[in-house]
């Protein structure tokens, strides 16, 4: 399977600002050397020696990660603003899909709030599924496209295919992925998913404030959580302000590898990243996050950040 990162903060939608992007071209220009434009081949070198934070962007659009399986239909976790960018990225496909089925982790603005811009919803040539825990699922969806809120409604506009699915069962399968989900602990209820395809497993637990009981080595954390080869994580606080911020709903990127640690992950993708933070200090995070896990003895542990436009292969 092949997972992209479409959105990856949390809470809501974090653009780029006027001084961010000044500061950044100020770095740049101060670290110019006179060898560094010496030869096309020196610009791309110098350009290849710059830190990710400054040379690129973690992105602020909210939660949505496509899923595309080996066989079977596009798999959608989360509907933010990311979603939008999907959408017209999929407009520009030579081999344009038809069937999508989208998963919520909960209903939380910022985790639905790109779903009015899913162009593939008013497309009737095209089918498009919707699933949560939740009995309610038309009806809540349906309730963030009303007036006077956004012009049109769902009734009256979305004129794609559209189903929609209370999860009931453990697993569910499309095409080569078998889906499972479990509850998390977050305000409101939320729920993670794990995908597992050709015996490789992806767990996206996101939104996630964790709890003891989540470490427990029980049967039901291990079929979930345990030996996943791609784990993105809820990591949106440092240590400090997620004891500051108890009860929030979130978790820190310390707890997160200590998680990842505890159940053999092979590689942690820290996300719904702090809006608040800017590029520089979700990187300067990953840094402490990865000398963690190196002070944990867990030299295996793979960490990164989930940032726009990433492809994971699995």
């Not at 974090?14 to 081949?41: F, G, L, N, W, Y």
């Not at 008013?122 to 006077?148: G, I």
């Not at 809120?149 to 009931?168: I, R």
């Not at 992925?177 to 050709?198: F, K, S, T």
Request: hydrophobic residues 40%; contains cysteine; aromatic residues 12%.
């Amino acid at each position: 399977m092949i997972i992209k990162i479409w959105g990856a903060r949390g809470s809501r939608p974090t653009p780029v600002h006027c001084e961010q992007v000044q500061s950044k071209i100020s770095s740049v220009v101060q670290r110019i050397q006179a060898r560094d434009t010496a030869s096309p081949q020196a610009r791309e070198r110098f350009l290849a020696s710059l830190p990710p934070w400054l040379f690129g962007t973690v992105g602020g659009n909210t939660a949505c990660v496509e899923v595309t399986p080996r066989e079977g239909p596009t798999i959608i976790i989360d509907a933010g603003s990311g979603i939008a960018e999907l959408s017209a990225a999929m407009s520009q496909r030579t081999n344009p899909r038809h069937e999508f089925h989208i998963f919520f982790t909960h209903f939380h603005y910022d985790h639905v709030q790109g779903l009015p811009f899913f162009g593939p919803a008013y497309n009737p040539d095209c089918s498009v599924h919707f699933y949560s825990p939740l009995a309610d699922v038309r009806q809540t969806l349906s309730a963030h496209m009303r007036h006077p809120y956004f012009p049109v409604t769902m009734e009256e506009k979305m004129g794609g295919n559209l189903f929609f699915h209370q999860l009931q069962n453990d697993t569910l399968q499309l095409g080569s992925a078998v889906i499972r989900h479990r509850e998390l602990n977050h305000p409101g209820r939320g729920w993670g998913y794990r995908i597992e395809e050709d015996n490789k497993a992806f767990v996206h637990a996101s939104d996630v404030e964790l709890l003891e009981s989540d470490f427990e080595k029980s049967d039901a954390n291990s079929a979930f959580f345990g030996n996943s080869d791609i784990l993105i994580l809820d990591t949106q606080y440092t240590l400090g302000e997620a004891i500051e911020k108890f009860n929030w709903g979130h978790s820190s990127f310390s707890l997160g590898v200590d998680f990842a640690t505890a159940w053999d992950a092979r590689r942690l993708y820290l996300f719904h990243h702090e809006p608040l933070y800017d590029d520089a200090k979700i990187h300067k995070n990953l840094q402490l996050a990865r000398w963690y896990a190196q002070r944990l003895g867990n030299l295996d542990l793979e960490v990164y950040i989930s940032q726009e436009g990433m492809e994971i292969e699995l």
